[in-house]
């Protein structure tokens, strides 16, 4: 489990490509000390076990899954990625809770300055829309950014300056894929809903999510 707050930037190194998957190597620093083989990092908010440690690298090793879900089988040498270690407890939270399993790619629509900051427009696949609300959290590339607007298939991102020099969006321009992942606490929601729907529980009225829906539906006392 991760927090979505990035601790280094590293660089891909070398990708071996494999008929069972591929091995990525991500030079990198911080995110060395304390970790040993079979802990997991978060490479662009894929969770990954470090399969073999040296001083200024690791490698990690990629399923067909993680490859087909994700942009981690896009990367080349000289890439750079977000990285993080798993959360200990005990840990500040100080994002939200990440799981790490990437839910799909997302595509950058528009980079727009704001100041010292950013806004930034994600289009994103249509089996997320349920569960990408404003003011609610979602990971890109392992960030734990905060929704400011829903469109039709498409979120608003404002990015400030410390995130922007801290992670890999101080470069991202119009076009480039994502990795998203939700949040879980959103799709367990989801989930109890669409369970309750089947159920024959009333379906929720234009107003949303009410208290009265929820009492109506026997979620509340």
């Known amino acids: 489990?991760?927090?979505?707050?990035?601790?280094?930037?590293?660089t891909v190194v070398r990708l071996v490509?494999?008929?069972?998957?591929?091995?990525v190597?991500?030079?990198?620093?911080?995110?060395?000390q304390g970790t040993r083989l079979g802990d997991s990092i978060a490479v662009n908010g894929a969770c990954l076990t470090?399969?073999?440690?040296?001083?200024?690298?690791f490698a990690v090793d990629c399923m067909p899954e993680t490859l087909a879900r994700s942009t981690i089988g896009e990367l080349s040498p000289g890439d750079?990625?977000?990285l993080e270690r798993a959360l200990a407890l005990g840990d500040r939270l100080g994002g939200h809770l990440v799981l790490g399993h990437v839910d799909g790619v997302g595509r950058i629509l528009s980079v727009k300055a704001r100041g010292v900051a950013r806004e930034i427009r994600v289009e994103m696949p249509d089996d997320l829309r349920p569960y990408v609300a404003a003011k609610g959290s979602v990971a890109v590339d392992?960030?734990?950014?905060?929704?400011t607007d829903v469109g039709e298939r498409d979120f608003g991102l404002g990015i400030i300056p410390h995130t922007l020099t801290a992670t890999t969006l101080r470069r991202v321009d119009p076009g480039r894929r994502v990795n998203l992942e939700v949040d879980v606490l959103a799709r367990y929601a989801h989930r109890a809903l669409m369970t309750a729907l089947g159920q024959?529980?009333?379906?929720?009225?234009?107003?949303?999510?009410t208290e009265e829906y929820l009492r109506e539906a026997g979620f509340l006392e």
């Open 1 to 10: 489990m991760f927090t979505g707050l990035i601790e280094e930037v590293g």
């Open 200 to 209: 024959g529980k009333p379906a929720p009225r234009e107003d949303g999510l």
């Open 50 to 57: 470090v399969v073999d440690l040296r001083d200024d690298r």
């Open 80 to 82: 750079q990625v977000n």
């Open 25 to 32: 190597f991500v030079d990198a620093r911080k995110v060395l």
């Open 142 to 147: 392992g960030i734990s950014l905060t929704v």
């Open 17 to 23: 490509r494999r008929p069972e998957g591929a091995q």
